[in-house]
């Protein structure tokens, strides 16, 4: 089996457009949270949203006739992976069947989506857009990058809701754990921010109704509400170790270990026992040979609704005994909101940062304690820490648990 090594990353975010900028808000604790300017929100009890403001493909290195056949989620991970591609060096020496691309999201294309559909209404079938379906199906992103870079390897998308972007992240990693890859650019995408969208999270009752940016998304904290819709991109461009040493590459850090698992419990609410999220993160500390006292980090799922944050606790406290006091836990979600599909890419960022830092990102804005929520949420700011191995957690409605485990690169 080989060892899997990070060489690049991409992000794009509320908070950052591009890796440095979204570290630097993460240990500031520095949200972007703002009233919603993507549609009026006079008939919504939901005012606030992580946005990407005044989004620009051009600047981003996308053509206005490409973007305009592309999805917004779409032009994300088309600026992430520009990042991640021009980061990770000169290329030109591997086979492009060696290298694939994995791009989860949980929704894809819905802006898209929408705005056909109300053409369609408005004017009939004959104006309804010719680029409308692969604007819209969530195995495009993947499909562009692969286009753009000539990538010919293992190309799909991942679509578990809010684990997307960490299972994406895993099977690559296995892929080239198991020989099948030598490189895979890999991670999540997502744009969900508009009206019917947010009707659907807003009526299940998913969205904080808070007006307080500080006091928004607060995960842990007992006054927690609901959580903050975010957008953006996280990708990670994951190598074999020998073939990136041989080639020069910048190593970052190491994957070592994947969990993956189902509650098998109900549509949207996490197993209140815990048990399958428990045995991602098990299976993730087995699969890369260590012991669970080991683990120094978990970049927590940490969505700030109810359930989630106090079920998250107790799968965490299931997988680790008594090591879970011990262990720092906190949840970058209080900075950049949720971005569903694309959380556990730019968590996977996060969570080699810190490790290459050595300083764990806090969980901003917590005031007030919780009962159920009772493990160090790092609340004190941002903890100088010296750490060797990272847990990330991903959950989706649905019952998808993905858990990542990320090593401090040493040679």
């Known amino acids: 089996m080989k060892r899997v090594v990070i060489t690049s990353t991409g992000v794009v975010t509320p908070v950052g457009l591009n890796t440095q900028e979204y570290w630097e808000?993460?240990?500031?604790?520095k949200n972007n949270f703002a009233p919603i300017s993507a549609f009026d929100t006079t008939d919504f009890d939901v005012k606030y949203a992580a946005e990407i403001k005044e989004w620009d493909p051009a600047a981003m290195g996308i053509s206005k006739k490409e973007a305009r056949r592309m999805d917004r989620?779409?032009?994300?991970?088309?600026?992430?992976?520009?990042?991640?591609?021009?980061?990770?060096?000169?290329?030109?020496?591997?086979?492009?069947?060696?290298i694939g691309?994995?791009?989860?999201?949980?929704?894809?294309?819905?802006?898209?989506?929408?705005?056909?559909?109300?053409?369609?209404?408005?004017?009939?079938?004959?104006?309804?857009s010719v680029f409308l379906i692969p604007m819209?199906?969530?195995?495009?992103?993947?499909g562009q990058i692969a286009i753009e870079y000539g990538f010919k390897?293992?190309?799909?998308?991942?679509?578990?809701?809010?684990?997307?972007?960490?299972h994406a992240i895993g099977e690559a990693f296995h892929k080239i754990k198991y020989g099948y890859l030598d490189m895979c650019l890999a991670g999540g995408a997502e744009a969900a921010i508009c009206?019917?969208?947010?009707?659907?999270?807003?009526?299940?009752g998913a969205l904080t109704k808070g007006a307080d940016p500080a006091?928004?998304?607060?995960?842990?904290?007992?006054?927690?509400?609901?959580?903050?819709?975010?957008?953006?991109?996280?990708?990670?461009m994951l190598e074999e170790y020998e073939h990136a040493k041989t080639r020069g590459a910048n190593i970052l850090g190491e994957i070592v270990g994947y969990g993956s698992t189902a509650d098998a419990y109900h549509i949207t609410s996490p197993s209140p026992d815990g048990e399958g999220a428990a045995r991602a993160m098990v299976n993730a500390v087995a699969d890369a040979g260590i012991q669970l006292q080991e683990v120094d980090y978990i970049n927590a799922h940490g969505t700030s609704t109810p359930l989630n944050d106090h079920y998250e606790t107790v799968a965490i406290k299931r997988a680790f005994g008594e090591h879970a006091y011990k262990l720092a836990v906190s949840s970058t979600k209080s900075v950049t909101g949720h971005m569903l599909g694309a959380a556990g890419g730019i968590e996977a960022v996060a969570s080699v940062k810190a490790l290459q830092e050595g300083i764990l990102p806090p969980t901003a804005g917590y005031q007030e304690a919780d009962e159920n929520c009772d493990l160090d949420y790092v609340t004190e700011g941002a903890r100088k820490a010296d750490i060797k191995y990272a847990l990330s957690n991903s959950l989706g409605f649905g019952?998808?648990?993905a858990t990542l485990l990320f090593k401090r690169y040493e040679g």
């Open 215 to 236: 006091r928004l998304s607060i995960p842990f904290d007992k006054q927690r509400s609901g959580f903050v819709m975010s957008e953006g991109a996280g990708l990670v």
């Open 153 to 166: 390897g293992d190309n799909f998308s991942t679509v578990t809701a809010c684990s997307s972007g960490a």
């Open 73 to 98: 989620y779409t032009q994300f991970a088309m600026a992430a992976a520009k990042m991640a591609v021009q980061e990770a060096g000169d290329l030109s020496g591997t086979d492009p069947f060696r």
């Open 101 to 128: 691309v994995i791009v989860g999201s949980g929704i894809g294309g819905f802006i898209s989506m929408v705005n056909e559909h109300e053409k369609f209404l408005e004017k009939g079938p004959d104006r309804v």
């Open 136 to 142: 819209m199906i969530p195995n495009m992103a993947a």
């Open 195 to 204: 009206e019917f969208a947010m009707a659907g999270f807003n009526n299940m």
């Open 25 to 29: 808000s993460l240990i500031c604790g």
């Open 399 to 401: 019952g998808h648990n």
